[in-house]
């Protein structure tokens, strides 16, 4: 089998690696490929921007969902210290995993994890990856409207075919903000010309991606107008025990 796991200890670097999907670099090549722009975007500020504000808010959202000693696979990287204060959630007794299809992205998830030793950096497409862990907690972080539909649906089902019984699945990323909220309008602009698979979100229902939601309990909550969706999601059987 081929080792693609960067341990964060020992900087291992893989053996081999999937390719870049097609979107990464026709759509996203500025703000995920390219070196330079990356070492650029990499900060809180820009999430903290791109997010209008409401960064910490849907940080937390996440943040509080890890316990000390959770097993927690985070499907794609994320800017700024998100992945670092996940990591330090889940402390020595527990471990973290991200994976990522972008080689610059993986070294800065892999600096930043630096001195972690129950974390590691997996260089894998999150419609694919197999923890071979029983996780606590998988979570996607604004990944889902950066992808294709096709993919956005492999995504979700991978997510929750390696969802424990007692397990969840966390899914925060992008909504259909509410008639009156104004940053509506600003947001179409850039899904025209920047994310064109964002606009998704705004009329289907994450559980619409999945091959079988009806096995699921999902609960959604919307904030800032409706501009984000926060979806916890868990086996139907273990609901009543929450
Ligand atoms: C989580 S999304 C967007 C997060 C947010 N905009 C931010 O502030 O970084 C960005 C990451 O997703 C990664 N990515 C894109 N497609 C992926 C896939 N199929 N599997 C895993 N990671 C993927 C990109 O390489 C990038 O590091």
Redesign the pocket.
């Known amino acids: 089998m081929i080792d693609t796991t960067f341990d964060c200890a020992r900087e291992r670097a893989p053996a081999s690696a999937p390719p870049l ?1 097609e ?2 670099t026709e759509v ?1 090549e500025w ?3 390219r070196p330079r722009w990356v070492k650029f ?2 900060r809180n500020i ?2 903290k921007t ?2 209008f504000g409401n960064d910490e808010r849907l940080i937390r959202a996440y943040l509080e969902r890890i316990k000390p000693g959770m097993k927690v696979w985070q ?6 210290d ?1 992945v670092r204060r996940a990591a330090e959630c889940c402390g020595p007794m527990g471990r973290f995993m991200l ?4 080689p610059i ?1 993986l070294q800065h998830a892999r600096q930043k994890l630096q001195g972690m030793a129950w974390a590691s950096v997996q260089h ?4 694919h ?1 197999s923890t071979n862990v029983s996780c606590d907690l998988v979570c ?4 889902l409207h ?2 294709p539909d096709s ?1 956005k649906r492999k ?1 979700v089902d991978n997510m929750l075919k390696q969802l424990p019984e007692d397990g969840e699945a966390l899914f925060i990323d992008y909504h259909r903000p509410a008639w009156w909220q104004p940053v509506r309008y600003i947001l179409k602009w850039v899904n025209r010309f920047l994310e064109p698979f964002a606009e998704a979100l705004w009329h289907s229902e994450i559980s619409t991606f999945a091959s079988h939601p009806e096995r699921f309990e999902w609960r959604k909550r919307t904030v800032f107008g409706g501009v984000y969706q926060i979806v916890q999601v868990r086996h139907k059987t273990t609901t009543a025990a929450q």
């Open positions: 999907p979107y990464m996203y703000a995920y490929v975007l990499d820009v999430v791109l997010l499907v794609a990287h994320v800017y700024g998100l994976s990522d299809v972008t992205q894998a497409d999150a419609a990856y996607s972080f604004f990944l950066e992808v993919l995504i």
